[in-house]
């Protein structure tokens, strides 16, 4: 058995002083910006409706939709 | 000669191994005889029949404060529980410099809802270092502790102010490695971490701020040491979760070290959450991991008052704004009609994001001031109905005309579907936790998860034997936790002993108290079916006489890795 099992749904977690704009740029460098950040905050509503608006190093941050809502 | 034995009892040796008749004997506070004991001994107890299990292990608590003003964890010893883990949720009380005793403690009394008086009336801040707090706790000890050391202290303690703003530097990381080092030689059983958690001033806790590569360092240096990991991730989205489960399973391989989180609650709101987390447990427990969730026995009751801001107002910014109003400007606001129509329209759009299911319809009537027979234990809807009126205002016009006394009770708002939860408690991957004790002591009672486990699930549903429940409450946290000769009944282990009859073990109804220090309130339940609970040999409370005198108490020894 492997060490490591794939994850359920892919993510990475934020650098220190990460925005939207360099999150976009550094995980989806192939669309641009503005639509990266679209899609990004799509993947992530936990990170855009907190109470507090403020990206932190330990957040977790998916890079892509629900593996369900992917298949529908 | 030996000090103590206990005769004529149902011993349930807290491995799981069926229960059989028999004797203890103790002396110097360890067990040394089991099964049929023979010789002298100074003070002899008939079991009369009764469950001899070791002592319960609660490892979720925040009695941090109140072990500095009641050493014997009131009422989780009446409850059985002989040993607590306090400093869950990136949250102790040490180390932390003089300069920073303010802002800790109001972001310990807003994570863990405690009033302000009690909090500044019973703590003496004798200490800065994790040694020196205990050693200011250690003499007046009726319960043991194994502390954990919370990773927002680490980092206050090591970049000041800025552990609110940034990440740290690598001589930082260093830094807190050594000092969590010193933590854990003092003896500190583990760290404790958040991922969720937000200050009084709605900024992320310290821990938050740091970079996966310094907590990567820390459970480095709990791998050196063999220390656990608590942190509690966010348990109300199933995708979320598992991604937590995920890092703390990579840490678990890393740094062969121990993890857990809590809680791990279920909710109608997200009823397949449980089980897609547990089968992530699974797949990582097959690959190498240790991540152990914590499950309450309990279903989530919630009280709210309008005196303080409270959980139950999170997400209702206005209300939580009213409640932190000196006195004199929160009645007028509540007398205001403009403001009492915005409450009532911030009510109406309510949303509990954290799996928790709210109506502030459902709520009743809990706790008077001046008691109203009329009023007391009836539903806020039915009033409302009855008034023609929104609930907000029936809520505001209650507790104005008791002096904002009124306490309001929100009854299974999660949690609470019992068939589903006896088959997860019974999961062998699954630890009992997330019991809270000495938090949130005017919004609810969790005291007592320990004998509601055995009447709700043993007795109730028979979802597991009794043998099961005593391993889940004592052994299985012993290893976990590594506590040293814990957990069992094995001679050469500590003489932590409870005696109850397992036909009666129960919590009672939640009651108020005004045991706090400054004559503060708090809500309690005192226990049924517990007959005596011995602390390191010594007797800590029967049923008879209450709590005794002894201060047997210590802090639990952590197993070397």
């Not at chain 2, 007795?459 to 506590?483: C, I, N, S, Y």
């Not at chain 2, 706090?516 to 040999?537: K, M």
């Amino acid at each position: 058995m492997s060490a490591t099992p794939a994850p359920a749904r892919r993510f990475v977690q934020p650098e220190s002083g990460d925005d939207w704009p360099r999150i976009a740029a550094r995980v989806l460098p192939d669309l641009p910006v503005e639509t990266a950040i679209e899609q990004l905050k799509s993947w992530n509503l936990h990170l855009v409706f907190r109470p507090i608006s403020v990206i932190t190093p330990s957040d977790i941050l998916f890079v892509e939709p629900p593996r369900a809502a992917a298949g529908a | 000669m030996l000090d103590l034995v206990i005769r004529n009892g149902l011993v349930c040796d807290g491995s799981g191994a069926p229960a059989y008749r028999g004797s203890v004997g103790i002396r110097d506070g360890r067990i040394v005889a089991m099964g049929e004991v023979d010789g002298l001994a100074r003070q002899i107890v008939d079991a009369g029949g009764l469950v001899i299990a070791p002592g319960f292990i609660d490892p979720h608590t925040h009695y941090d404060a109140q072990l500095v003003w009641d050493g014997q964890a009131q009422p989780s010893l009446e409850h059985g529980v002989t040993t607590v883990v306090p400093g869950n949720c990136s949250l102790s009380l040490a180390p932390l410099r003089a300069e920073h005793r303010e802002l800790l403690g109001a972001t310990f009394r807003k994570i863990e809802e405690m009033p302000k008086n009690a909090f500044d009336a019973g703590l003496s801040w004798e200490w800065e270092s994790f040694a020196d707090y205990l050693a200011a706790i250690r003499p007046g000890l009726g319960v043991n502790v194994a502390p954990l050391v919370g990773h927002s202290l680490l980092r206050l303690w090591v970049m000041g102010l800025e552990a609110r703003e940034r990440a740290a530097t690598d001589a930082e990381i260093a830094a807190m490695q050594a000092l969590l080092g010193e933590c854990l030689d003092a003896g500190a059983v583990g760290m404790s971490g958040s991922w969720v958690d937000i200050d009084h001033e709605n900024r992320p806790v310290p821990a938050r701020l740091a970079e996966p590569k310094e907590l990567d360092a820390l459970c480095a240096t709990l791998g050196e040491k063999g220390g656990i990991l608590q942190i509690v991730p966010e348990f109300w989205d199933a995708d979320l979760l598992c991604a937590r489960i995920d890092l703390l399973a990579d840490l678990s391989r890393r740094h062969g070290i121990r993890t857990t989180f809590s809680p791990l609650f279920d909710s109608n709101a997200a009823p397949e959450l449980v089980g897609i987390a547990l089968d992530r447990i699974r797949l990582q427990t097959a690959h190498g991991a240790t991540v152990v969730p914590q499950m309450q026995t309990r279903p989530i009751d919630l009280s709210f008052d309008l005196t303080a801001p409270m959980s139950t107002f999170a997400t209702l910014p206005g209300w939580w704004a009213m409640t932190l109003l000196p006195q004199a400007e929160k009645l007028v606001l509540l007398r205001d009609p403009d403001r009492r129509r915005a409450l009532a329209a911030e009510m109406d759009d309510f949303f509990m994001p954290i799996g928790l299911q709210i109506d502030f319809a459902d709520a009743y009537v809990k706790r008077m001031g001046t008691p109203d027979g009329a009023l007391m234990g009836r539903r806020i809807g039915d009033l409302a109905a009855e008034r023609g009126c929104h609930i907000a205002d029936v809520i505001i016009d209650i507790a104005l005309a008791d002096d904002l006394a009124t306490s309001f009770g929100l009854d299974a708002i999660g949690h609470d579907d019992a068939a589903k939860i006896a088959t997860m408690l019974a999961d062998p991957l699954v630890g009992i936790g997330a019991g809270d004790g000495g938090a949130h002591v005017t919004n609810f009672a969790t005291y007592g998860d320990t004998g509601y486990l055995f009447s709700r699930y043993v007795r109730g549903f028979g979802a597991m034997p009794l043998e099961t429940a005593v391993r889940k409450l004592t052994h299985d946290v012993a290893r976990l936790w590594g506590l040293d000769r814990r957990g069992l009944l094995r001679p050469g282990y500590a003489a932590d002993i409870v005696l109850f009859d397992p036909e009666r073990i129960d919590r009672g109804p939640e009651i108020p108290v005004e045991d706090l220090p400054a004559d503060g309130f708090r809500y309690i339940r005192r226990a049924s079916g517990i007959d005596r609970v011995f602390v390191n040999g010594a007797l800590a409370y029967s049923r008879d006489g209450g709590y005794a005198a002894a201060r047997a108490g210590t802090v639990a020894e952590r197993v070397a890795a």
